[in-house]
């Protein structure tokens, strides 16, 4: 500032005014609030963070950090996030546990201001479908005198990952009826468990 007066004698002095952001970020997890998925799908969330000017724009979000926390049964648990990018969050296929419901917490924290915000998403895992499988098809046909092996070993528990599904785990019962040329609850074929295997028996037609 210069002030002058009548005599053309002028002085100045300066005064440094220092800004100091103040503001929270302001944070958003894309998507519905509660949501539901299977454990043999891909979790995939996305945020919007942003801090606000004076002129209410959004600003740059590089002055933003983000942490990712999830809790279930009221816990805190740590799970292996597969996303690079900070502002996502990813768990890969069978992460999940089935029948749980996940509270996954999203905290956004100006670097300037040091002022945070949350969010948080809810996710129920919800129970998958055993699936019953025999080899070759639904249609097989077998000659008198000869036999045929069904094979069940393709089954599979959709909330199970495939390379830890466990057989002996599960029952597996063969049944047979005859429905043409008319329906009989019994029907005649022999069916025989094959030795040493759970999901595979031998069909034998009976003369």
Request: proline fraction near 3%.
């Amino acid at each position: 500032m210069s002030l002058c007066n009548f005599l053309q004698q002028c002085g100045s002095a300066s005064h440094r005014i220092t800004i100091i952001d103040t503001t929270a970020p302001t944070v958003s997890i894309l998507g519905n609030k509660y949501r539901s998925m299977l454990s043999s799908q891909v979790l995939a969330l996305s945020s919007n963070a942003y801090v606000a000017s004076c002129s209410e724009e959004q600003q740059s979000n590089a002055v933003l950090s983000y942490e990712w926390n999830v809790n279930v049964d009221g816990l805190s648990v740590v799970l292996p996030q597969e996303s690079r990018d900070a502002s996502k969050y990813r768990l890969a296929t069978y992460t999940l546990t089935a029948l749980k419901t996940y509270t996954i917490q999203l905290t956004v924290t100006n670097t300037v201001s040091s002022l945070s915000s949350n969010t948080e998403t809810l996710v129920y895992v919800t129970r998958g479908s055993l699936v019953a499988v025999i080899s070759k098809g639904q249609a097989q046909s077998v000659r008198l005198g000869d036999s045929l092996t069904l094979d069940a070993s393709s089954s599979y528990d959709e909330d199970v990952k495939p390379s830890q599904f466990d057989v002996s785990a599960y029952d597996y019962t063969f049944s047979c009826v005859q429905t043409a040329p008319v329906f009989n609850s019994s029907c005649g074929l022999q069916l025989v468990p094959v030795f040493g295997s759970r999901n595979k028996v031998t069909v034998i037609p009976q003369a």
